[in-house]
């Protein structure tokens, strides 16, 4: 089994030791760049790369879209009622309502995939989350806009943990005063950890690439107040 080849200008084996643990599909690897800003300031941003083996990810992604009780997301913006295409879900310990874009919704129970992928992003970022939120985009026409993930319901500045899979996609942040931009391609099996002060200072969004036809399924892992 070779190694992926990074494709944001990283060769996986420049920065990656360790080698591919057959049993589990994880990379069981000491990550020798996981501290690597793509901040410039303002917050911390820091891209893993893929961090499951691409066949484990392809089970999962498949366990997901099938095991998963996806609803097509609402939102309410300037008091009008939309519903995207793009599908979602609540996942969280404890039945935790979870707001935004003010509307409301309830935490299901983990599943078992939930509950190995969580350990694995909380083994990788070295943090604990008790909820997730699933998206489903079925092909590039759907993405996601700025915005920020700084809900009251969560803890400020805990790390939230987004774990990729199926179809790349770009990921932009965008600097609220500066308006400096930059992307990176989210790769399939991918984490990418947001955290400090990013949700203050930083939009993120997903923006639509016409020309991907293949689904992608995001997972955030947060940290809701108790
Ligand atoms: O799909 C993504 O990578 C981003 C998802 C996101 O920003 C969110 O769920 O808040
Ligand atoms: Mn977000």
Redesign the pocket.
């Known amino acids: 089994m070779q190694p992926p080849v990074g494709r944001n200008g990283l060769l996986w084996s420049d920065w990656m030791k360790g080698s591919w643990n057959e049993k589990n599909g994880s990379m069981q690897a000491e990550n020798t760049n996981p501290g690597k800003n793509l901040l410039s300031a303002g917050g911390i941003v820091q891209y893993y790369g893929p961090v499951l083996q691409q066949a484990k990810a392809s089970a999962y992604f498949q366990a997901l879209l099938h095991g998963i009780a996806w609803k097509n997301d609402e939102a309410v913006i300037f008091g009008k009622h939309y519903i995207t295409k793009r599908k979602a879900a609540w996942y969280g310990n404890e039945g935790y309502a979870y707001s935004y874009s003010n509307t409301t919704k309830q935490a299901l129970a983990w599943t078992p995939e939930l509950v190995e992928l969580k350990k694995l992003v909380e083994e990788r970022s070295g943090a604990s989350y008790n909820a997730c ?1 699933l998206n489903l985009y079925h092909n590039g026409g759907e993405g ?1 806009a700025w ?3 700084d809900e009251k319901s969560l803890v400020p500045g805990a790390p ?1 943990a ?1 774990l990729s899979l199926g179809a790349e996609r770009r990921f932009s942040l965008r600097h609220r005063q500066t308006g400096e931009t930059l992307s990176v391609m989210l790769e399939h099996g991918s984490l990418l950890v ?1 955290k400090g002060d990013t949700q203050t200072n930083w939009l ?1 969004s997903l923006p639509k690439a016409l020309k991907v036809k293949d689904p992608r399924i995001n997972l ?1 892992f947060r940290t809701m107040k108790e």
């Open positions: 939120l996601m915005h920020s993930d939230i987004s947001m993120h955030t």
